[in-house]
């Protein structure tokens, strides 16, 4: 199994930006990810990256705005959020799947962090 702790969130101002950490311990996995869930909504891809990092893919919402990284060195994942919005508002949970290069489906993902919120006002 695969130990993933996030940190980072916290309360930003609309315009702001926040990063994201993701440390990850245990067995040898392939992609990570990021996904977020708002109140009284489904759990959401953000972001996801490939074990090397040279392949990242970004929800709509997320393109121009946040950046996802990682450093193997470290076993840590990254998400730069920039120019945040209220509707960016969620917990965010970072994922990290076995087998699939780039995760973008809940289902792909075999791990999951506990959660950092991230508050964005307006």
């Known amino acids: 199994q695969v130990q993933l702790v996030e940190s980072g969130g916290g309360l930003v101002q609309a315009g702001g930006s926040l990063r994201l950490s993701c440390a990850a311990s245990?067995?040898?996995?392939?992609?990570m990810g990021w996904f977020r869930q708002a109140p009284g909504k489904e759990r959401e891809f953000v972001a996801g990256?490939?074990?090397?990092?040279?392949?990242?893919n970004y929800a709509d919402s997320a393109k121009g705005r946040f950046t996802i990284s990682r450093d193997n060195a470290k076993n840590t994942m990254y998400l730069q959020m920039n120019s945040l919005k209220p509707e960016d508002t969620a917990v965010y949970y970072c994922a990290a799947a076995l087998a699939t290069p780039t995760p973008t489906r809940l289902w792909q993902v075999n791990s999951w962090g506990q959660g950092t919120q991230v508050t964005v006002s307006s």
């Open positions: 990256i490939s074990r090397s990092g040279d392949t990242t």
């Open positions: 245990g067995r040898a996995f392939s992609g």
